[in-house]
Nanobody, 121 residues
Framework: QLQASGGGLVQAGGSLRLSCAASGRTFSNYAMGWFRQAPGKDREFVAALGRSGGMTSYADSVKGRFTISRDNAKNTVYLQMNSLNIEDTAAYYC????????????????WGQGTQVTVSS
């Protein structure tokens, strides 16, 4: 089970940190990813992290602004989001999957519920 939290309303230029707590499985066996879906749009990849945390990948739209990290001792993955803009408004979903930091949603087996991020101007 994956439980995402940390979403909210923030002004453009602000920051938020999302958390995703995992339970019920060996967290360190899975790569972790964040995806997002804005109203009327398809779900899109945001960031991913390999099992050990050594491999990361980011969507071009968030590179340099977002940072994904994990704490295997706490079974938690984080998404630090800085310099937020209105285009970042979406429901954010965490997912657990295969060993590589894949950008493809088909490589993720387990999904959490979304946490809403709303960026205002």
């Amino acid at each position: 089970q994956l439980q995402a939290s940390g979403g909210g309303l923030v002004q453009a230029g602000g920051s938020l940190r999302l958390s995703c707590a995992a339970s019920g499985r060996t967290f360190s066996n899975y790569a972790m990813g964040w995806f997002r879906q804005a109203p009327g749009k398809d779900r899109e990849f945001v960031a991913a992290l390999g099992r050990s945390g050594g491999m990361t990948s980011y969507a071009d739209s968030v590179k340099g602004r977002f940072t994904i990290s994990r704490d295997n001792a706490k079974n938690t993955v984080y998404l630090q989001m800085n310099s937020l803009n209105i285009e970042d408004t979406a429901a954010y979903y965490c997912a657990a999957g295969g060993g590589a930091a894949s950008s493809l949603s088909k490589n993720y087996y387990y999904w959490g519920q979304g946490t809403q991020v709303t960026v205002s101007s």
